[in-house]
């Protein structure tokens, strides 16, 4: 950089520099300092010499930790035969620019796409004909059976205990009662009213008593029902999620551990018949602890650039044997906007290095051998597991499945934050086979009418704030999905087990 393109740099900030200050940054010449002159100069707007030598000089100081991993010289993986089948379907790509202006009508538009979406999904399974337009059954008469579509606006128990929802769709607002009762049917379908959540749309099926309709049935759009996919190339996947480089919790030595035997460094046989099949890895999120996450993180942190702890991430990525496929998501801590869908992590942060490194939104679409494969970080199960009685973080599967439930990545509206984007990016359009995601920091699988729901944990001891909520995670546990037997195995490389 010559010295008129530094100054520039520096006044584009409102930030003056001393003439040899401009001159030893000329000398330097390293763009991330610059950078990192922004980032440290707090409110200083005049940056001498002696700033910028400081600065050189504290970043010294702090070399980022070696990398050391382990490689077998005798390793010869049969997954390295196979060229690899992956297709990245483009509709869950976000350009990381908003099409609209955030205004009401955005919003509104995002909320009628949801609705149109999901009332043609409900079609799918309960039939098309038969739901009754909610602006017309004020005109009913008693009595009568009807079935509606609409989205949850409101929701309350009355001091009779049953649960009152309002149902609204473009035709009008329904009052729905579920009556509060021990006897079947009215019980399960009280239970399932008091799983309903803001902003979803469902479909109720119930009958009229003016200025009600009294629920007999909720339905969800749900998945249909299939046998599991399994393939016959024998390949596997694995999954991780949340490794917050950069956080004094993240678990170098265990990482590392788990890089080596990925590079058949087994030191026992565990796992050794899988590791040579793994062709596709899948990163869902947190791969960096962030800067300015939460309040006071500074304090938490062992890198405190953000460049930095993507450099140290790359560095690890870059041990991932060549011929492995990485598929790499953003989550609520990683450098990309907050609100959802969010875009790729710029090219600045991570650098694709030989091209197998596959940088995508959240959530994304990928197929991974024929696999429809649904990557979500998965921010939204805060709100899920906070508004559904029963859930807790101790089973992120269950309400992994509440959201395939209502074909809906991110149901209620304002508890993460959401962009209106021209389409509900949220909504699970396509029926995935796999479904990956992390955020908790804590494992769980299941198998949901034929989809496998893989929840990666995390690789970050428990946090300070963790011990304040009773939040006991799971780090260092590698699932690994054989495509051929449909199985799932986990290797734990706090204890490195094969269970
Ligand atoms: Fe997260």
């Not at 009600?212 to 599991?228: E, G, K």
């Not at 590079?263 to 099949?277: A, F, I, S, T």
């Not at 991430?313 to 969010?342: M, T, W």
């Not at 769980?444 to 995670?473: A, C, E, L, M």
Request: proline content about 5%; glycine content about 8%.
């Amino acid at each position: 950089m010559n010295d008129e393109e530094i100054v520039k740099f520096f006044e584009k900030e409102e930030v003056l520099l001393s003439p040899d200050a401009v001159e030893l940054l000329k000398e330097k010449s390293d763009e991330s300092l610059l950078k990192k002159i922004l980032e440290k100069r707090g409110e200083e707007v005049f940056i001498s010499r002696e700033f910028i030598e400081q600065l050189i000089e504290e970043e010294k100081k702090i070399p980022l930790p070696v990398v050391e991993v382990k490689r077998a010289s005798d390793f010869k993986p049969i997954s390295k035969e196979y060229s690899p089948e992956l297709k990245f379907l483009k509709e869950y790509d976000v350009s990381g620019k908003c099409n609209c202006g955030g205004s009401v009508d955005d919003f509104v538009n995002l909320f009628r796409d949801r609705l149109k979406k999901t009332r043609k999904m409900l079609e799918m399974r309960v039939g098309a004909t038969g739901i009754t337009d909610i602006g017309a059954t004020g005109g009913f008469t008693k009595g009568r059976e009807v079935r509606i579509v609409g989205m949850v606006n409101n929701k309350m128990i009355t001091k009779n205990g049953h649960v009152m929802v309002e149902l609204e769709s473009e035709e009008g607002v329904a009052k729905v009662l579920a009556l509060k009762s021990n006897r079947e049917p009215e019980r399960s379908c009280f239970e399932k009213a008091n799983t309903l959540l803001l902003d979803e749309v469902v479909a109720i099926d119930g009958r009229v008593s003016d200025p009600f309709i009294i629920a007999s049935d909720v339905i969800w759009p749900d998945l249909p029902i299939r046998t599991q996919k399994v393939i016959d190339r024998d390949l596997c996947i694995a999954f991780m999620s949340d490794l917050h480089v950069g956080s004094r919790n993240f678990m170098q030595e265990q990482f590392q551990k788990m890089l080596g035997w990925l590079n058949g460094e087994m030191g026992d046989e565990n796992g050794k018949e899988l590791v040579g099949r793994i062709k596709y890895i899948i990163i869902a999120g947190d791969l960096v602890d962030g800067i300015g996450v939460y309040p006071e993180q500074e304090k938490e942190l062992v890198i405190k650039d953000i460049y930095e702890q993507y450099e140290l991430f790359l560095k690890f990525v870059s041990s991932i044997p060549d011929y492995i496929e990485v598929i790499i998501a953003p989550g609520n801590h990683d450098a990309v906007r907050r609100a959802e869908p969010q875009p790729e992590i710029t090219k600045d942060l991570l650098k694709a290095g030989n091209g197998r490194m596959h940088v995508v939104g959240n959530p994304s679409l990928v197929d991974i051998e024929g696999f429809r494969t649904l990557v979500y970080h998965g921010t939204s199960l805060d709100s899920i597991i906070a508004g559904i009685r029963g859930m807790s973080y101790q089973y992120p599967e269950k309400p992994m499945v509440e959201l395939l439930k209502r074909r809906n990545l991110s149901p209620i509206y304002g508890e993460n934050p959401v962009v209106p984007e021209s389409k509900d990016y949220m909504l699970i359009e396509e029926v995935p086979d796999i479904v990956h995601m992390g955020h908790v920091h804590k494992n769980g699988y299941d198998n949901y009418k034929g989809t496998v729901i893989v929840n990666s944990g995390t690789w970050q001891s428990q946090t300070d704030f963790q011990v304040r909520q009773g939040h006991t995670p799971s780090p260092c546990i590698l699932p690994v999905l054989d495509l051929r037997s449909g199985r799932m195995n986990v290797i734990n490389f706090m204890k490195r087990e094969v269970a």
